[in-house]
Every structure is written in structure tokens, then in C-alpha cells.
């Protein structure tokens, strides 16, 4: 089900191309996908970060993440400021984006779930050393 659901989103994504041609100078939809998903886990950590040590500035550190995350995508602040305006004002654009987010978040959810719920095998030499 959530395979066809991921496999109608790119089929919408690429059928919507047409209507809502992206310029070469906008971050495209898939990068653009990558770059909001990485912001959005971001911010989410600056702000786990202020919320356990209180000198810590969540703007500041949100800051220092966005950055980091612009150079490992090899962009500039102002090519993603420009790109996500341009977002902005193409909704169906946008939005395709962020379904496609909600995806990778519940396939995500669904692999942590799965190794929290998968028993750890013990190795038969740990195992050995155990019972002596």
C-alpha cells in the first residue's frame, strides 16, 4: 500500500512537470526534497540541543546546522532562500514536496520500529563466555 502510495507521488511529480516547470536556477523538486528533509531534522535537533543545555541559543545553533547542511548540498543560503520562495508561491509544487516528505518519514518510522522490535541475536561465543 505505501509502496503504490510512494509510486502514485512520483507519478503526480513528474506529471505535474508540465503545468509547473521548475527554472534551472530553483533547486529542483528531488534536491529541494533533500535539503528540507535534512533543515527540517535540523531544527528539530537545535532544538532538542537548547532544550537540554540552556546556554545554548536555538537560533544560533539552527544557525550553525543550516550551514553545514548548505555545504553538504553545495548551495548558498540565498539559492535555497530563492528556491523555497519559489516553492512558496508554487503550492502544488510544494506540496508534492511535502507528501513526498511524509513518506520518507513514515518509512523511516517503520525501519526504527522494526529494529526496536527485532531481538538481538547473542553471538555463541559471547553466549559461551556468559554461562562460564
Known sequence: MKRTFFIIMCCLLVSCSGKNKVPAEI?????MQSILWDVIRAQALSTEIARKDSTTNEV???K?????IYGIHKITPATFDKSYA????HPD????????LNVQKQKDNELFMRE????????????HKISE
Request: charge should be positive; aromatic fraction near 8%.
Open 116 to 127: 526496536k522490535n527485532t531481538p538481538k541475536k547473542i553471538d555463541s561465543i559471547k553466549r
Open 64 to 68: 550553525a546546522l543550516n550551514k553545514k
Open 93 to 100: 509544487m510544494m506540496r508534492l514536496i511535502f507528501d513526498s
Open 86 to 89: 519559489w516553492y512558496t508561491n
Open 27 to 31: 533547486i529542483q523538486p528531488k534536491e
Open 60 to 62: 544560533t545553533e539552527t
